[in-house]
């Protein structure tokens, strides 16, 4: 009897494939050719497989079935790639198509897996908005259905708000709901959902959420029951803290990511996402901190004090737990490097294991199977 074949996870890493001009920067052996597919060892490290040759797989967001993927292609013309994951963990490209905007750093699919939504953050101004594409049966995506470009930028940091900048897009857990973070106009745009229409976003004015310009807010995430989110804002390096009051965001608090030096330098708030039981958030401080904070989460929704980690590399952009939940991989885009930690679930302590992996300027990292 033959034996049965090994299982194990596969990661896909996204990255940019020409070298960053950026003062920090180390320079790779060697430009990064694509998106990265890699084997989990049983210590958490990844053992290379192969690389699927593309520009700038800046950002990966994965089907709920884990079936298939899609990467945004961060370039002046900004494109999305459509992916078949295998049972085995293959990759196969299934289309291609225009992003409708430059630099698209993001995307996220609604819940009933209809719709791909692209943030298109655009240095540029004029390129920016957010892009709404069918998702056919089969994974490959249909041509652009809705497009809200961000023209406006709030001219809080001169240069860098001077036009909108679109930066994430997400949902909130009923599916209701979508929000889009403009970085440059320092607003969060907020739109129903409604799933039976070709169209799906309706543009709802009154649920849309201010900040303080030059906050430049970056990323959010709900909890799961739905009764809270958090935003970090990149400029401010803080987390805001929303409660969910009839579907409306209420501002609550905002909670310092660097307390001991508060010069712009040390402000740079990257990434943020919700531990596997959703009791910790974690986010990243970049500049010249490069660090991931861990904040417990109370009853009221408020974060609790920072406990701060190194982040073992330079430009900590993106960071993800694997399927177990033990393990976390911080993808250090300026010193081409993917840290591991050792995640506690009951303490939210991080325990720094050395390298995952050597990739070129990595920006995301994925886990399937």
Known sequence: ????????????????????????????????????????????????????KM??????????????AYTTNEENNGTVTALSIDKSGQVRVLNVVDSHGQQPTHATISPDGKFLFVANYSVAKGGAGVSVFPIHSDGKLGEQVQHFPYE????????????????????????????????????????R?????????????????????????????FAPDGKHAWVITELTSEIAVFRVNQDRLEPVAHVRLNTENSSAEYRSGGGIILSPDGKYVIASNRGSDNKLLVLKIG?????GKPASYRANGVEPRAFTFD???????V???????????????DTGELKAAGDAAKIPTPTDIKFFN
């Open 1 to 52: 009897m033959a034996e049965a074949a090994e299982h194990y996870q596969t990661a896909l890493v996204g990255t940019w494939t020409s070298i960053p001009d950026a003062p920090a920067e180390q320079k790779p052996d060697r430009p990064s050719e694509g998106l990265y597919r890699l084997k989990v060892n049983s210590d958490g490290t990844l053992a290379p497989l192969d690389v699927i």
């Open 193 to 221: 959902y409604h799933a039976d229409k070709a169209q799906p976003l309706e543009a709802d004015s009154a649920r849309d959420v201010n900040f303080t310009p030059g906050s430049g807010p970056r990323h959010m995430v």
């Open 331 to 345: 993808t250090n885009v300026f010193s081409n490097n993917i840290s591991l930690f050792h995640f506690n679930a």
């Open 152 to 191: 406006n930028g709030s001219g809080g940091i001169k240069g860098r708000q001077d036009g909108g900048h679109a930066h994430a897009t997400t949902f909130t857990p009923d599916g209701k709901y979508l929000y889009a973070n403009d970085f440059g106009g320092d607003k969060l745009h907020a739109y």
């Open 299 to 303: 009853a009221d929704g408020m974060p």
């Open 323 to 329: 399927g177990s939940g033990k393990y976390l991989y």
């Open 55 to 68: 520009k700038s797989p800046s950002w990966i967001v994965k089907s709920r079935d884990g079936r298939f």
